[in-house]
């Protein structure tokens, strides 16, 4: 799993295979967000999930969040080689202002 | 709908010169967001607009970076006396509205290297 003090973790898988990254977090947050960051472009927002929310899928992408162990998961199912990237979760800052805090993410490699 | 243009997209500079990172956020965007990665320490927040009004910079190191919105189509970083630290990829993000549930758009980043 990721978080800021862990370094960047690594998966290698082949195309076809299911994969689930783990996240968690250590102060409240309302929101999770995971990123895709593929070489040499900006991190692009996959899925938002609220922390009234437990489940949320979009196509091959299904996130988790479970508050009460501050943890987030992300799935993809049938995954490309295209999927190839670094994955983010992302929190939000508290109170009136919104600061996003980054793990380190999840670097995917899947072979074709 | 070009999306959140930064240039230049890599800049090199010796220790000791300055550096200026542009961004150009997307048209009708009322949030501007800063950051810096690199591998060890990640992605980290630097600062943040809302209508052009800084709202948080607690991310900057503040004797060295400074960062601007002096209108709604563009926002500046700017580093001085660049150090070899400094070295890192600056990303600039915008979201239509200040609300931490609205979607953010990142910009391609700016690689800079110091010498």
């Known amino acids: 799993s990721q978080w800021g003090e862990e370094n960047l973790q690594a998966l290698s898988i082949q195309e076809g295979e299911d994969v689930t990254m783990n996240c968690s977090y250590k102060t409240y947050t309302t929101v999770v967000q995971w990123y895709r960051q593929k070489s040499g472009k900006g991190p692009a927002q996959l899925i938002l999930?609220?922390?009234?929310?437990r489940e949320k899928r979009s196509g091959r992408l299904r996130a988790t969040l479970d508050t009460s162990s501050q943890s987030s998961s992300l799935s993809i199912t049938g995954t490309l080689a295209t999927d190839t990237a670094v994955y983010f979760c992302?929190?939000?800052?508290?109170?009136?202002?919104?600061?996003?805090?980054f793990g380190k993410g999840t670097s995917l490699v899947v072979h074709p | 709908n070009a999306g959140v243009i930064q240039t230049p997209r890599h800049k090199v500079t010796g220790k000791g010169q300055e550096a200026t990172l542009w961004c150009e956020p997307i048209?009708?965007?009322?949030?501007v967001f800063w950051y810096r990665q690199t591998i060890v320490q990640g992605l980290e927040f630097l600062t943040y607009?809302?209508?052009?009004?800084?709202?948080?910079d607690s991310g900057m190191p503040k004797e060295r970076f400074s960062a601007q919105m002096p209108n709604q189509s563009h926002s500046t970083l700017k580093i001085q006396s660049t150090q070899p630290q400094d070295s890192a990829v600056y990303l600039c993000?915008?979201?239509?509205?200040?609300?931490?549930?609205?979607?953010?758009?990142f910009g391609p980043g700016t690689r800079l290297t110091v010498l």
């Open positions: 992302a929190t939000a800052g508290s109170g009136g202002n919104y600061k996003p805090t």
């Open positions: 607009f809302r209508n052009q009004a800084p709202i948080d």
């Open positions: 993000a915008s979201r239509r509205t200040g609300g931490r549930y609205a979607e953010q758009f």
């Open positions: 999930i609220r922390s009234n929310e």
């Open positions: 048209s009708g965007h009322s949030a």
